[in-house]
C-alpha cells in the first residue's frame, strides 16, 4: 500500500505528523505538503515560478507552492510509482459546506482525484488540537476499511471529525454539504502610512444544518464523510440557458 499524504497548514503542523504516525502502520507513506500554511488556497498552481523541493529532518518533503503544487508534481513525475490513495489533513479546523470550494486541504485531496486516485481529505472540526491524535487514528481507520471494502474508484471524500477522544467517534455519517450564511464583513484597518487595508472576515454561520448535513453530523458527534464531484454543471438552469441562448440567435 502507497500513499501520499499531504495538507494545507504545511509540514511542520500537528495534525501532517499525527496522521503520517496512524497512517505507516497501513504501508508506505511519502509526505510532500507545502513549506508555509496555505490555508484558503483552494485549487491554485503556481505558473509564474519554477517549486523547489526540501527534505525536512523528519524526512518529510516540502513545496515553496500551494497543496495542489505538491499533488500535482508528485502524481506528474516526482514520484516514481502511482499512488494507491492521497490522503489530505489532518486540517486544523472543519471544512463543511462552502468551505469546500476555499479548502487547500480539499484542494490537495482533488488533485489526486482528478488524476484517478482515490483521495481522502480529513479535517478536525475544531481549531485546537486537543485530540489531533484521536482524529488521526479515525482518519487511518477510514482509509483502512476502504481497503478492506473498496468503493468505485476515484472517489473523493471529505471527512470532518469532531473534536473528541477516540471511543466517542465510533459513528460514521455519510453527508451532504450544509450551507452557510455568507461570510462577515471585512474588517478594515490602516497600514503605518495610514492606507486602507482590508482583512477578510470571519465565516458565517451554518444556514443549512438540517439532518443529513455534515454540519449535523459533526454537530452530534458523529464522523461526516461527505462524497464530493467536479461537475460545476447546473441542469435545473441547463434547459433555460438554452431558451435563453435560442432567443439572442433569432435576435441577430
Given amino acids: 500500500m502507497r500513499i501520499l499524504l499531504s495538507n494545507d497548514d504545511g509540514y511542520l503542523a500537528p495534525g501532517l505528523a499525527a496522521l503520517h504516525h496512524e497512517l505507516t502502520r497501513l504501508g508506505d507513506v511519502a509526505v510532500i505538503a507545502p513549506e508555509q500554511n496555505c490555508s484558503g488556497a483552494s485549487n491554485s498552481l503556481t505558473l509564474t515560478r519554477p517549486l523547489s523541493v526540501f527534505e525536512a529532518?523528519?524526512?518529510?518533503?516540502y513545496v515553496n507552492g500551494t497543496p495542489t503544487d505538491c499533488v500535482h508534481i508528485a502524481l506528474t513525475g516526482m514520484l516514481d510509482y502511482r499512488p494507491d490513495v492521497v490522503v489530505s489533513?489532518?486540517?486544523?479546523?472543519?471544512?463543511m459546506g462552502e468551505d469546500t470550494?476555499?479548502?487547500?486541504t480539499v484542494a490537495a485531496a482533488t488533485e489526486g482525484f482528478l488524476f484517478g486516485v482515490p483521495s481522502f481529505a480529513f479535517s478536525l472540526a475544531?481549531?485546537?488540537?486537543e485530540h489531533i491524535?484521536?482524529?488521526?487514528?479515525?482518519a487511518a481507520d477510514i482509509v483502512e476499511h476502504y481497503l478492506a471494502h473498496s468503493l468505485p474508484a476515484p472517489f473523493l471524500l471529505n471527512v470532518n471529525i469532531p473534536n473528541r477522544p477516540y471511543e466517542a467517534l465510533r459513528n460514521w455519517r455519510?453527508?451532504?454539504?450544509?450551507?452557510?450564511?455568507?461570510s462577515q464583513p471585512v474588517i478594515r484597518q490602516e497600514n503605518p502610512r495610514g492606507e486602507p487595508i482590508y482583512w477578510i472576515g470571519a465565516s458565517g454561520d451554518a444556514r443549512d444544518a438540517s439532518e443529513g448535513t455534515d454540519f449535523h453530523a459533526v454537530a452530534n458527534g458523529d464522523v461526516s464523510i461527505t462524497p464530493l464531484q467536479l461537475d460545476l454543471t447546473d441542469p435545473a438552469q441547463l434547459e433555460s440557458v438554452r431558451n435563453w441562448t435560442a432567443r439572442l440567435e433569432q435576435c441577430r
Avoid at 133 to 138: E, I, L, P
Fill in 57 to 61: 529532518p523528519s524526512g518529510f518533503r
Fill in 174 to 182: 455519510a453527508t451532504r454539504l450544509g450551507k452557510r450564511h455568507p
Fill in 133 to 138: 491524535g484521536d482524529a488521526a487514528r479515525v
Fill in 89 to 95: 489533513g489532518v486540517n486544523n479546523g472543519q471544512n
Fill in 101 to 104: 470550494l476555499y479548502s487547500g
Fill in 126 to 129: 475544531n481549531k485546537d488540537w
